[in-house]
């Protein structure tokens, strides 16, 4: 870069300043940089909106089956805390005919 040899020919600047060019090389790195941390940031963001997804489901089931059988015991509680996403679409289906807890987990 003829502004780099300009200066540093003339000792204008010291050897030991960061040459211009270098400056670029860590340019690029911290641009790689800032793209790897907006993809993590996008899968982080988009894995715990899907989780809040999945515990709306559960709390939203959990308040159906109270209204429709009362109280529920802590192990259905758990049970519905720890369900996976189809688990909990196809419980909800089921509380529309069931008439007894057992009719939707045993289903």
Known sequence: MWFHWVLFANKLIPDDVVR?????EDLDMLAENIEEWKKQWQQGWKEGWHQ?????QSNLLQQLLIEKFGSLS???VNRLQ???ESQLQ???KHLL???TLNEIFDA
């Open 20 to 24: 211009l060019d270098e400056l670029g």
């Open 52 to 56: 809040g997804i999945i515990e709306g």
């Open 74 to 76: 802590n192990g259905t």
């Open 82 to 84: 720890n369900a996976n």
């Open 90 to 92: 196809f419980w909800a």
């Open 97 to 99: 005919t069931a008439t």
